[in-house]
């Protein structure tokens, strides 16, 4: 069974913090996807990546995919109050199958 | 085309009634998939069409779960004889061919709230 841990389960930071949050497993995946969950919505897809050591940025996030597609980083810089939200990371493998870790809920306050 | 829609956004049943909920997918893609999600956790796969066919259905997914895709369009999740560990959010996804190996990913609707009182 493959298995997602992400670190931390909550983070609670003020606006303008730098934060970084981890994904890790003990398996490899095809591919990660990061997504943001605001309360009684969906899962908003961020980001997909599919090399290992590959970093992606949208605007103040960049993400990076390790090197032995096992692990993944979000890092958030200059963090705001619209960032708050549950940040899920989703691990494809060989199959269509997302397997996602418990996720870290961040609050930015102002 | 603004992305998976789900329905109802909330249910609220009493224990052992039957529940539909439904989903339509983004127009293009083929695949669908259901997942539920529980209070503190991520959510964790139910079952995946591709098309019409149902390829693989969770073991979570116990008898009493039934989804269909009945023209490989929109599909139906029914819980029957709802119990109160059924209460989640359920949620739908669906994606294009080529999914993750042509880094195309799933995209989710807005879920179904289940509450079973």
């Known amino acids: 069974t493959q298995l997602l841990e992400q670190s931390p389960q909550f983070l609670s930071i003020q606006e303008g913090e730098n934060l970084t949050v981890y994904c890790n497993s003990s398996?490899?995946?095809?591919?990660l996807q990061w997504y943001r969950q605001e309360p009684g919505e969906g899962p908003v897809l961020l980001v997909t990546?599919?090399?290992?050591?590959e970093v992606k940025k949208l605007k103040r996030l960049t993400f990076q995919f390790g090197d032995a597609r096992k692990d993944s980083s979000l890092h958030i810089t200059a963090a705001q109050p619209g960032d708050t939200g549950l940040y899920l990371c989703?691990?494809?493998?060989?199959?269509?199958?997302?397997?996602f870790g418990k996720g870290t809920l961040l609050t930015v306050n102002p | 085309d603004t992305g998976v829609s789900q329905d109802p956004r909330h249910k609220i049943t009493k224990r052992g009634q039957n529940v539909t909920f439904r989903c339509d997918p983004i127009s293009e893609h083929n695949r669908l998939y259901w997942y539920r999600q529980t209070l503190g956790q991520g959510p964790e796969f139910l079952t995946y069409?591709?098309?019409?066919?149902?390829?693989?259905k969770s073991r979570l997914l116990s008898d009493r779960f039934s989804a269909e895709r009945p023209k490989g369009s929109f599909s139906t999740l029914e819980i029957q004889r709802t119990e109160q560990g059924d209460s989640a959010m359920y949620l739908c996804a669906s994606s294009p061919p080529g999914y993750l190996t042509l880094r195309k990913s799933a995209f989710f609707g807005q879920g179904t709230r289940l509450t079973v009182v």
């Open positions: 398996s490899v995946f095809s591919s």
């Open positions: 989703a691990g494809g493998g060989s199959n269509y199958k997302l397997t």
């Open positions: 990546v599919v090399t290992g050591g």
């Open positions: 069409f591709q098309n019409e066919a149902q390829l693989e």
